[in-house]
């Protein structure tokens, strides 16, 4: 018996995958950034599919309303610096994708997965974790 409840538990540990975006090449840590939505500067980010650029990480972020909500979380955040490292000049928002302006690779800005393109590394965009309490914003490795 003992040996039927081992293998259906590894089964299901095995049989479960995580929809993460694992990037080899971002190791960087940063600060925790705590932003207040009435704040100016996000007001573009307020709506579906807008945007705020925001100081931080590599090369800027870009906080993203994906215009969903509740357990899928409304936001995310971004790093502008192309996982290629092959580009100085922080990624293009166009909306709904990061351009990388050396390579012209397209990364989505719903989960940073590389949409057209080349990419050197396991993963896509550098995706920072975001936490919506209220009105402020946290924004953490």
């Known amino acids: 018996m003992k040996k039927i409840v081992f293998a259906v538990v590894l ?4 049989s479960c995958s995580d929809n993460d975006v694992i990037n080899s090449c ?3 840590t940063i600060q925790p950034i705590f932003l207040d939505v009435n ?6 980010v307020l709506t579906p599919n807008g945007v705020a650029e925001i100081n931080g990480g590599i090369n800027g972020i870009v906080l ?3 215009g969903t909500g509740g357990s899928f979380g409304q936001f995310i955040a971004l790093d502008r610096q192309s ?11 166009e909306v709904p994708f990061l351009v990388c302006p050396c390579d012209e690779s397209k990364y ?3 989960d940073g997965r590389l949409v057209s393109g080349e990419n050197n590394c396991d993963g896509g965009a550098r995706v920072y974790n975001v936490f919506l309490n209220g009105t402020s914003i946290q924004i953490t490795n």
């Not at 089964?11 to 095995?14: D, E, G, I, P, R």
């Not at 704040?39 to 573009?44: E, F, R, T, V």
């Not at 996982?83 to 928002?93: A, G, H, S």
């Open 11 to 14: 089964f299901l540990n095995l």
């Open 26 to 28: 971002f190791n960087n």
């Open 39 to 44: 704040n100016p500067q996000l007001n573009g």
């Open 64 to 66: 993203f309303n994906k």
């Open 83 to 93: 996982p290629n490292r092959d580009c100085e000049t922080p990624m293009r928002i």
């Open 108 to 110: 989505s800005m719903l």
